[in-house]
């Protein structure tokens, strides 16, 4: 009798580990189902191509760490010879992240009338920020391009600095106009800068997951890497210049092979032709 009594706890133990089992699977596997669907909800978000300017050849990557990120990237299309470009960052990562980038292009795109006033566009999005939420923040950096007039307009919301690779010279220069993080102060004042611009030049706007990757020894990619490539690379088109800045990234920083990314990653690259 104790043995058959054994052989029923066990045979208990069995159902309800298996049971429980079975229980996690079936909510993992709802989980990695609503994950796939804010994946691609997120996706539809970004913009499914990039604004057609005679002169202007753009270019923009995205590459997300997970499922869903915080990075975020829009266009303000004024006319043929006039666009606004949004590159965001929102702190932290995951579902959170995701949702406020998504509240982020809602604001943005009420912004047409204010496209040429860089200032102007970053006081909007902060004040629709502020009181929402109290651990997520948000850099960003809005490029105004005026062909017509050959002019730049430039603004930026604690985020990395514009590189500009002038055509002439070949040197890069680091562009920082720098106000407060989205979502900190209803107060905060931006600013914005001028900058003339000429056939052959290339700006390049991104978010933070390019320069600090790290490789194995925890060594980041770096500002100074960056600049060098840009100042190597200058006579490569747009897109190729992306994708080959993402490829010499993944492969300092080993993602190739078993290591993760660790951060999202978006850049866009602007040329002057």
Same mark, same amino acid.
């Given at each position: 009798?104790?043995?058959? $009594? ?35 909800? @997120?996706?539809?978000?970004?913009? @499914?191509?990039?604004? +057609?300017? +005679? ?75 502020? $009181? ?63 900058? /003339?611009?000429?056939? $052959?030049? /290339? ?44 490829? /010499? ?16 990653? +978006? ?7």
């Amino acid at each position: 009798m104790e043995f058959l $009594g054994f052989l029923v706890f066990v045979g208990c133990l069995g159902y309800v580990s298996a049971h429980r089992t079975f229980s996690n699977e079936e909510r993992l596997l709802a989980i990695d189902k609503e994950l796939e669907i804010a994946r691609r909800i @997120q996706s539809s978000t970004l913009p @499914q191509g990039v604004p +057609t300017l +005679t002169g202007l050849e753009i270019a923009a990557c995205y590459v997300p760490m997970s499922a869903v990120a915080g990075d975020f990237y829009d266009f303000l299309g004024l006319d043929e010879k006039r666009v606004g470009i949004l590159v965001a960052d929102v702190t932290r990562h995951g579902v959170p992240a995701a949702l406020i980038a998504s509240m982020l292009k809602a604001v943005f795109a009420g912004q047409v009338t204010h496209a040429h006033d860089p200032a102007c566009i970053l006081s909007s999005l902060n004040r629709s920020l502020c $009181g929402r939420f109290e651990e997520h923040f948000v850099t960003a950096a809005y490029l105004f391009v005026d062909l017509e007039k050959s002019l730049l307009r430039y603004s930026a919301a604690g985020h990395p600095p514009l590189m500009l690779a002038s055509g002439a010279g070949g040197e890069v220069r680091e562009i920082e106009e720098n106000g407060l993080m989205l979502g900190i102060s209803p107060e905060a004042a931006y600013s914005s800068v001028e900058i /003339r611009v000429g056939p $052959g030049d /290339r700006c390049l706007l991104y978010t933070d997951g390019v320069f600090e990757a790290k490789n194995a020894a925890q060594e980041e990619f770096g500002m100074s890497r960056c600049k060098e490539f840009l100042e190597t690379q200058r006579d490569i088109p747009a897109a190729r210049f992306a994708n080959a800045l993402l490829d /010499r990234i993944a492969g300092f920083c080993g993602h190739n092979s078993a290591r993760a990314q660790e951060d999202d990653i +978006t850049l866009l690259v602007v040329d002057f032709v």
